[in-house]
């Protein structure tokens, strides 16, 4: 097994903020595969004043830029190496088992990039969700902004939705709409939209630090009640539809 020890440096890193005491925060564990722009809009977040504690970075590649920006924040990372492992399931059961260790009370997905075997996600129902680059349910999968230009859509986005067994299809919380301009290219599609993508991630995890967020296993339900549509990120703030 490929598997780099954990690093805990909280207590050491020059860069870690002075937060408040954490009992009150929500544990948040991330998955990461790439570059973590998501994770440091999280980290922003936390250091602006978001009541989550960032107990674990965690990624399939052991040399994920996102693993760095979680060292700068003095936030506990792990490299687990997918070779390591005879199957995609025995990987992901050690995957969650280590994340499971850090208590988390919700798991992040923020560009991790795999496919997760059913029975590591069955006992995080309601705790882990994904941030996936489309208008979900249109274009779950890979290449989305491609895929939006190709179809001729007017509008592109993001979604914030509850993990399930089917690749991004648990159900949306929350999304973010932009237009889609003439000459747009999947690059500049992708460049646009991740600002949104940041402020939808933060505001919803911020919902569920609130307590206002749950998933009773069919349907997301917001202060108790369930949510007709996905919520809405506006200038300032996700809105109910
Ligand atoms: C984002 O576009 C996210 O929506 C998708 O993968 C990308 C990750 O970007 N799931 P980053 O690693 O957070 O910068």
Not at 51 to 76: F, Y
Not at 219 to 230: C, E, K, T, Y
Request: hydrophobic content about 50%.
């Amino acid at each position: 097994m490929l598997a780099s020890p954990e690093t805990a440096n909280h207590s050491t890193s020059m860069t870690a903020p002075a937060l408040s005491p954490q009992t009150s925060a929500l544990r948040v564990a991330i998955l990461a595969s790439g570059r973590g722009s998501n994770l440091q809009a999280l980290i922003d977040a936390r250091d602006a004043g978001t009541p989550i504690e960032l107990v674990l970075v965690a990624s399939d590649k052991l040399h994920a830029p996102a693993l760095r920006r979680a060292e700068a924040a003095g936030i506990v990372t792990l490299a687990l190496d997918p070779k390591g492992f005879a199957t995609r399931a025995a990987f992901d059961a050690e995957l969650f088992a280590r994340v499971a260790a850090h208590a988390p009370d919700l798991i992040v997905l923020a560009g991790f990039m795999r496919i997760i075997d059913p029975a590591a996600l069955a006992p995080w129902a309601g705790r882990i969700i994904n941030i996936h680059p489309s208008l979900l349910p249109k274009y779950p999968g890979l290449h989305t902004h491609r895929r939006a230009l190709e179809a001729g859509d007017p509008l592109h986005g993001a979604t914030v939705h509850y993990v399930t067994a089917e690749l991004d299809g648990g159900p949306p919380i929350a999304c973010v709409e932009i237009a889609v301009r003439p000459g747009d290219t999947p690059e500049t599609l992708a460049e646009r939209l991740l600002d949104d993508e940041h402020r939808l991630l933060v505001a919803t995890v911020g919902l569920i630090a609130a307590g206002r967020l749950a998933f009773d296993g069919a349907r997301v339900l917001l202060d108790g009640a369930p949510i007709a549509a996905p919520l809405r990120l506006g200038e300032e703030r996700l809105t109910v539809a």
